[in-house]
């Protein structure tokens, strides 16, 4: 009895293949509906979001011959949380391929560079006390200074001409913004861990890469999230390493809804805004002590939204412990979240989730390494089904174990 199960099994699991290849090979896009699968050509594309149903819901998976379980973390925003959703093997092989293609330090796009900021004067009194010079330093360079630090920097500067700690419009033309930047990255190299973001990385393409395991991973998470293989393939991935004190503090993976500024495409160069769906993240070892992945927003009621990047709740490489969501890195586990909501007119991508701000918190023992799943459809439907024809059309054909 036991031999015809598992036969039964595998006939099942290789019948799902064919149809899957056999779809793909039309131009349908397939999606799970009622535990059957239903293919349809472009009129039927559409995003999907999992139902979390409730706090602490499980929800059984039967995907690529292995038995998973889905666990609702939070409802608002909606994280769920998958144990062993990558092999050890599968793991290995990522952390090995990140070595080989070389790690490079990471960066949030955020350091200055023209010369000018934006000064945030928040109670528009014409001058700047210590909170407000942080969170301009915060929003010009992405580094987190304390308010000793604001206060050492006065004293280096000798821009506080006298002592009181607030800096009025006369004392801060005594700075030039030049100036302002070279003091705050050489601050940011003796200081690392001051950074918004402490860690190295590298990315990887799906429709570009020819690496079997990425693409076995690729199938595992088209059927867990319920998208078909082609919306999954537009997205990148990226392989993080954090040491000690490594972190990221808290963000957004993506921008709000502007139709004045189009969705970034890969290596654009256009005025344009990040786009990314959905988050899957992946942890790829365990880490002896820190590195969770804090929501700061989820189950917290003593932030609005538009009022915590004003707040020291985001620099989570010193306010981790005051998140009530914190992950717990384990070798293998996913944890997905939306970062936008689905349009109910086009069922395509739609408004943000602004309570998807989250982030790393500091590794404090050991290493961290995870990779970031970053679906990137747009928000406009009929450009990204050329986009994915034009994929369809590149895609690599012949597949190998390694890079």
């Given amino acids: 009895m036991y031999v015809i199960v598992n036969k039964f099994l595998l006939l099942l699991l290789l019948w799902s293949c064919y149809l899957r290849t056999t779809a793909d090979e039309k131009g349908l896009f397939c999606y799970n509906q009622d535990g059957e699968r239903v293919c349809g050509g472009e009129e039927f594309l559409h995003l999907t979001r999992i139902d979390g149903k409730e706090v602490g819901a499980v929800h059984k998976l039967y995907v690529d011959g292995r038995n998973l379980e889905m666990t609702t973390l939070s409802l608002q925003p909606l994280i769920l949380e998958i144990p062993n959703m990558l092999t050890d093997e599968e793991c ?71 002592s009181d700690g607030n800096i009025t419009q006369e004392e801060l033309g005594r700075i030039r913004p030049a100036e302002m930047e070279r003091y705050i990255k050489k601050f940011a190299q003796l200081q690392p861990e001051k950074q918004s973001r402490y860690s190295q990385q590298v990315w990887l393409y799906p429709d570009k890469s020819v690496d079997k395991t990425f693409s076995q991973v690729q199938e595992r998470v088209s059927e867990v999230i319920n998208l078909p293989i082609d919306v999954v393939r537009l997205s990148n991935f990226q392989i993080v390493k954090y040491a000690v004190n490594g972190h990221y503090n808290a963000h957004h993976d993506s921008s709000r809804v502007d139709d004045n500024i189009p969705c970034c495409e890969r290596f654009d160069t256009r005025q344009c805004r990040v786009c990314r769906y959905m988050t899957i993240l992946f942890y790829l070892n365990d880490v002896e002590e820190g590195g969770e992945t804090a929501f700061v927003l989820s189950e917290n009621d003593t932030f609005a939204t538009n009022q915590v990047e004003f ?8 306010k981790c412990s005051d998140t009530k969501i914190r992950v717990k890195p384990s070798k293998g586990k996913a944890i997905v979240w939306y970062n936008h909501f689905i349009d109910p007119k086009t069922k395509w991508m739609g408004s943000m989730d602004l309570q998807t701000l989250h982030g790393g918190c500091p590794v404090i023992k050991g290493e961290k390494w995870i990779a970031n799943f970053w679906l990137r459809p747009t928000d406009d439907r009929k450009h990204d089904i050329e986009r ?14 390694e890079l």
Avoid: C, W
Avoid at 95 to 103: C, N, P, R, Y
């Fill in 311 to 318: 707040s020291e709740q985001v620099n989570l490489y010193r």
């Fill in 388 to 401: 994915i024809k034009i994929m369809q059309h590149k895609m690599p054909r012949q597949q190998k174990t």
């Fill in 92 to 162: 290995d092989h990522f952390i090995s391929v990140a070595k080989q293609e070389g790690l490079k330090d990471s960066s949030t796009g955020k350091n200055g560079g023209d010369n000018t900021f934006n000064i945030l004067d928040i109670d528009n009194n014409k001058q700047l006390n210590v909170l407000e010079m942080r969170v301009t330093i915060e929003n010009a360079f992405d580094v987190y200074l304390t308010d000793e630090d604001i206060l050492e920097m006065y004293i280096n500067t000798g821009i506080d001409k006298d």
